[in-house]
């Protein structure tokens, strides 16, 4: 079996988003089909993009493993090489025209993230990072803001899938918003960390995502020098289990976890 290196992995991950995108690009006549929920929806664009995603890793990868959203192919996390693929996060935008969706692939050897990219096409931004090697947009080094809630715009997420979190999440976000220069709403967790790490938000947050929503992101936080843990202060877990995120400089996480305390 080949040894890859996690630059080589970055690098088949990148081209094969790029290609997957094309699919994203060139859509038309998207219909959505419900899921969970109304708010839960999945289109034919979605399982093209996974499905070409998961072929190129095989090919490449011997022995590849996958921990994707759709089509509930989730294999050992504890595996030497498993990706974990988002392959349309924001399906809503998507599906409404929004124009903000992105690609997000994240890879793990022994449960260790240590490569990971996330491509939103409508502008060409490539969001990526190598353990150990910090973070890039479009090769470019990026940084988190180092600044707290005072002087930061907080990207925020309304967990829709759980509409039981909706009074504490829309009272987290009034106080944030008392606190912050304003908050902004995407439709898309893994941009939303993009815009953690690259300081464009001092903080990002959401009480309920998916491991495929924010793998790819806290590799790509945690490389620009930022904090990616739970709404409780914890390690974001690797396990496939759902979870808070807050997400950005060491100072904006920490004021929002004294608030959220009291929430």
Known sequence: MKNYTDNEILELICSSEREAAQLIMQAH???????????????????????LLVNRFSAAVEGARFFCEENDRQDDLNAEHVFIIDPID??????????????????????????????????????????????????????VLEAGLEQSVVCCGTSPYFPQLADRGFKLMKEIFLRSLDLRRQ?????????????????????????????????????????????????????????????????????????????
């Not at 997000?104 to 260790?112: D, F, I, L, N, Q």
């Not at 995502?209 to 202060?233: F, K």
């Open 29 to 51: 006549h998207v219909i959505s089909e419900r899921k969970t929920s109304g708010r839960d929806v999945v289109t034919e664009y979605d399982r093209r993009v996974q499905e």
């Open 90 to 143: 924001g399906t809503m935008n998507f599906v409404q025209q929004f124009n903000h969706s992105c690609i997000s692939v994240a890879y793990m050897s022994r449960g260790v993230l240590r490569a990971a990219a996330i491509y939103n096409p409508y502008v060409d931004e490539m969001f990526s990072a190598v353990l150990g090697q910090g973070a890039k947009l479009n090769g470019r080094d990026i940084h």
């Open 187 to 263: 439709g898309s967790a893994a941009l939303d960390l993009c815009s953690a790490a690259s300081g464009r938000a001092g903080l990002y947050f959401e009480l309920n995502t998916s491991l495929w929503d924010y793998a790819a992101g806290l590799l790509i936080v945690q490389e620009a020098g930022g904090l990616c843990l739970t709404c409780e202060g914890k390690p974001m877990p690797l396990d496939g289990s759902k979870s808070s995120v807050a997400a950005g400089s060491k100072k904006a996480v920490e004021e929002f976890l004294r608030l959220a305390e009291t929430i």
